[in-house]
Every structure is written in C-alpha cells, then in structure tokens.
C-alpha cells in the first residue's frame, strides 16, 4: 500500500526566504506526482504535476522535482512572500490515476 | 465555467440521520471522485467515476454510496452517518489530462 509523508508538518519563515518542502512515497511505482496548495475553508489548486518520466517542472517561483527511484519530491519556493501562507499538499497518482495524498505542510510566510 | 461545485457548505446531522452530498461540474470531464479530510490529515479516496453508470470504491467507501446517472453529477450519500464520518468532503473532477480540478469542499459535523 502507497504511503505519502511530508515533512515537516509545519514551516514558519520571514518574507523572502527560499524554502524547500519534502514529500517521500513508499512505492515506486507511480504515473506521477502532483503539488497542490490548500488554503484554510477552501479547496485545493493543483500547482505542479510531475509525470514519472521527468525530473522536474518549474511554474513561476515554484520548482518541483521528483527522485522516483528513491521515492522523493521537493517543492522549492523561491523568494517566499506572505501571500504564499497555506498548507502544500503532495500526492501520487497510481493505478486508475487515483490519489495518494500526504499529510501536508502548513506554511507560514510572515512579513 | 463554474468548475467543480459542491453543495451544501456545511451541514450538521444527528447519529443515524441520512443526506446527500451534491457535486457538479460543467467541464464535461468523465472522471470523477470523492474523498474525505480529516484535521491535519491528506485526503482520502471514497468513491470514483470512469464515466455516467460506472463507479468504483476507494481506500476508505464504508458507510457511503454513490451514483452516477449523468456526466455532469456526483453525488455522495450517507444512510447512517456515524460520528466518525465527521470531516470535510471534496468533490474532484479530471479530464484525460492527469490534473484533478477540485471543488471547495463540504464540512459536516455528526453529532
């Protein structure tokens, strides 16, 4: 069974910071792995998709990487802005494209 | 294009009363899926749609249904809500591409 954890479970920076979030998968053997940002009462907004072939996508100060075969992802965000405070959620799609989701990081940027 | 919506926002049920959850989008997508978020916790899958008439269980369907007559509605149903169905739904819809749009989620509370 598919295991997502991400650390750490919550991250406090000053405005400005680069700052990397982790997530680590217990199996190999995915299609992908997505980045979403949660933020509080709302829904998620997917930021990132990675497919299993590729090692990296970028989308503004977002990069994301994946180590598939040592079961990896990082989120590095670049330039940290207020506006970036929500919780980031990573998850990875197996069999059917259906959803392995950790738990998340709770990220706060303050000015 | 509304996206994905999801109907109520937030409702409170007794131990053993029934309702229904709405979900709706109007991207003509084919899959659709269900999960569940307990408080500091990733998402869980409770119910997915290939298309209208076809559903599948996820990691977590005791205590729901689901039905899907049309391409357009997914709605989720609990007979006999427990306490521990106490959680934020979200609703989430994906086309052949791999990224899930989602809605803004239900919160209910079973007391």
């Known amino acids: 069974k598919q295991e997502v954890t991400q650390i750490p479970a919550a991250l406090s920076v000053p405005e400005g910071e680069n700052l990397v979030l982790n997530c680590s998968f217990t199996?190999?053997?995915?299609?992908?792995l997505q980045w979403f940002r949660q933020d509080p009462g709302k829904g998620l907004t997917s930021l990132l998709l990675i497919q299993s072939s590729q090692r990296e996508q970028t989308s503004g100060r977002l990069n994301a990487s994946l180590d598939k075969s040592s079961g990896r992802s990082t989120l590095y965000i670049a330039a940290s802005q207020p506006g970036d405070s929500a919780t980031y959620l990573c998850?990875?799609?197996?069999?059917?494209?259906?959803?392995?989701f950790g738990g998340g990081t709770r990220l706060m940027v303050k000015p | 294009n509304a996206g994905v919506t999801q109907t109520p926002k937030f409702r409170i049920l007794k131990i053993g009363q029934s309702m229904t959850l709405q979900c709706t989008q109007d991207m003509n997508h084919n899959y659709m899926y269900w999960y569940r978020q307990d408080p500091g916790m990733g998402l869980k899958l409770i119910y997915y749609?290939?298309?209208?008439?076809?559903?599948d269980k996820g990691e977590v369907p005791n205590g729901y249904n689901v039905s899907r007559s049309t391409t357009e509605d997914f709605p989720l149903r609990l007979e006999l809500a427990a306490p521990s169905q106490t959680s934020v739904y979200f609703c989430a819809s994906r086309a052949y591409t791999d990224t899930q749009y989602f809605g803004p989620g239900t919160r209910l509370t079973v007391l």
């Open positions: 998850a990875v799609s197996g069999a059917g494209n259906m959803l392995t």
């Open positions: 749609s290939v298309g209208a008439g076809i559903t």
């Open positions: 199996d190999s053997a995915i299609y992908n």
